[in-house]
């Protein structure tokens, strides 16, 4: 491999030589580090594959070997000290799968409570035709009604008429046959 430096990224022997660790090891500790974060393409590659560190990496390597040197501490827990992307992702994974879950069962709920209201809606709506054909037909009732009663009063007005004049008639011919009395006396 090259020991030119390509845009400041250095290649795994360079990483090596930086940290006085072999290729081998400069692999294990990335492969740490790629399970750690849960991103295998956590390190820029070229294009070979081969992984390509940057000096932050170099330093985050000599941390992790450092931390790892302490009471109870292998590379993995050191590396989960220094690269707690992993850990974070999935507590975020976890809060947004039971956001998502919630929002799902929102969602159902409210599905739920729409089909019951179009339901209630086309009922009401059933309700309010039916009330209204029978306002219709309530009106064409009461419209026959008033012109019965129309004709009625026209009728009984007609027949009122009449029977006042067959009272006239029956007065005047009594009159002209004169009271009772004058009969007798005259």
Sequence with gaps: MSKVKTNNLLTPAQAAKDLGISVATLRKYSLIVERTTDNSKY???NSQNNRLYTQKNIEDFKEMVKLSHGPKMTLETSAAQI???AEENKQAEVKQDDEISKMQTTIAKLESENKKNALTIKELQDELTDAQKSKEQLQVELDTL?????EK???TGSEKDENIKERVNEKVNDD???HWWNRFMG
Excluded at 146 to 150: H, L, V, Y
């Design 83 to 85: 690269y707690p992307v």
């Design 43 to 45: 390190f820029e590659r």
């Design 176 to 178: 002209k046959k004169g």
């Design 146 to 150: 008033k012109q019965q009663a129309k």
């Design 153 to 155: 009063i026209e009728n």
